[in-house]
């Protein structure tokens, strides 16, 4: 482990370097973000992500941003494991029949301010299981939703570039 | 157990004649006396069951005996069944569902003689037909709902399709647990991470846990109702969205299928880079939870190079195919479009950067006893379970069960291949990351082998017109284990009817007996050492 931990101190990190912010998040999030909360948040967001019926696709995706590669939390972003402690919830989809009820509750226990991001193609629609009895269909149906990242699934790099955005815009000055 | 009568199936199906186009297998439409016989076979281990699924007046089950192919036979459902004396049903039938309004007695509810009272493996399908169907077991001894949460407003939705009230979700009969000391901790769906969602209901005595019950369904998305009567090209997307990762095995299975119900094979070059495709899956996959393994062992080194070992091959397989889950490349008659031109090259050139640093991780992994002592000896599983499970992947062949469909059911490109299957018998936590360790190295051998002899040719046949309903069978081997797809073609070509079973459906009730008396602070442990899919098995 010894030599291992030492290549590591001196090898070149394999971190990418920041992207931009998505123009079309920041787009949509100048509609959706109020001054509301704003100034709350010195450049940090807390995720809280809930799979609502997704394939796992995405999920596997929204891993990735946590790998040495992408590193989101460079970014004042990172995942808690309760939505007690969130200020994001990232959700896929498509939302299912059986998931709504769990889904309704993570939200009604994030604390105000909140913001809502759909991932996926199914999670910002229905995606391939439009027309299911079993599936209530895309996030907004279920709640008020601030940011779709749409891809299916979407690059650990757009869900990255959408979320800079997000956090670039809620921790503005007002 | 005393010696198995194997032949005891083949000499009950030697009676049936097969049905018309069924491929590569044949498959049987049996009566129930027959039905109950070979329930009874598989309840003493005469063979494999592979799936069991409804369909319109009908169910079928898929079964393997060994030598012999792998056939599917089928009954038809009757309002009338002359039923056994049996056990009684437990818990007592839901309202709409046997004893309350519409019984099973006469009221046009179909029924069929439940597999599952001789053969336990078969209880969960048998409640996911009934709640699809509506189709009622027959002495069965579980008649609970199983996808079914009460949400969807209808009964039986492949079925009758009758309106159904909505029930409160909690309202669930888990089974009971009797002791001093007992108490009970909920989990789930919505569980501490970035995982799908499911109800994990633990009876813990202090740390120990008593008992395990699972509760799924969440993230049931109607996909066998969504495949009926679907277009080749729209079932073929859904079907590679049944669980995103194993997409290119569902979608490898799903071609399987539908080209031998048309009675094609793919060109080699499009069998072969089909093999590429499903080896970096799994790799990539079983990279992803080595690490994940170690890190819920509070080992975090190994998930941070795993994580980025991971993302070199999601990398390359994005430059050789154009997606990093390469989601809907493979399609029935070949593979959508061909591996880039330097595809082969940045395949070859990410295995080559990952090998040896790989096995600095595998061997760190071996000398560290800290973390071997969280692994080894955690969440076991008896051979015998896994066995009469028939459980499939890491799971299975941690405990000592020698299969693999890449071999044992040969399909191409790895027809004629001689790979090594690596076998443990220690049943825990340890054996199944080691079972993936191997792998990992099988499969960038295997890939190696392939790029450099990759075969030129078409990469895409075109599919034939066919004239009838045929229907087509397949198994694939995924990262978990073998998927099947089972079809039937309509006389249009498109697709009636497709039922996908993943591998997960015998191995959630297996990871049940694996966190019995290990303590609750192992479950993250043993639940990632499995890695079992809830949409695959939701569907």
New interface residues.
Partial sequence: ?RT??LKSLFAAP?TIGAPNADDAALKELGRALAARGRRLFGRSLTIR????????????????L????YDIERFGLK?A???RHADVLLVTG?V???????LE??YAATPDPKWVVAVGD?GCGC???E?????IGAVDKVLPVDLHIRG??P?PIDLLRGLIALVDQATAKA | MTAVDTAGIATILACFAPVGFHAPWQRFDVDAEAWTAIAKSLGDGAADLLGLWGDVGAVHMALRAPPADPCVVSVAVTPTLPSPAGPLPFPPPLAGEGGVGASGGGTGRGRFPSVGRFHPPAIRLERTICDLYGHVPADAPDRRAWLDHGQWGLHAPLGAETPAPHRDPTDYEFLAVHGHGLHQIPVGPVHAGIIEPGHFRFTANGETVARLEERLGYVHKGVDALLTDAGLAKAARIVARISGDSTVALSFAFSLAVEAALGIEAPRRAAILRGVMAELERIANHLGDIGAVCNDAAFALIHAHCGIFRERVLAASDAAFGHRLMMDRIVPGGVAQDIAADGGAAILAALDDIAPRFEEIAALYDDTPSLQDRTCATGYVAGDLVKRWAAGGHVGRASGRNFDARRDLAYPPYRGLSFAVPLYATGDVDARVRVRIDEVRASMRMIKDWLVHLPSGPALTPLPQVSGPREGIAITEAFRGDVLVWLRLGADGQVARCHVRDASWFQWPLLEAAIENNIVADFPLCNKSFNCSYSGHDL
Avoid: Q, W
């Fill in positions: 482990m291992l931990l394999v992500e809930i799979d609502a019926g997704s394939c796992n696709g995405c999920e596997l995706e929204i891993h990735a946590n790998n040495s590669v995942f494991a309760s939505p498509p299912t029949h059986n998931m709504k009820i769990a509750r993570a199914c995606g391939v299981f027309g299911s009895y079993a599936v299916c699934p690059r």
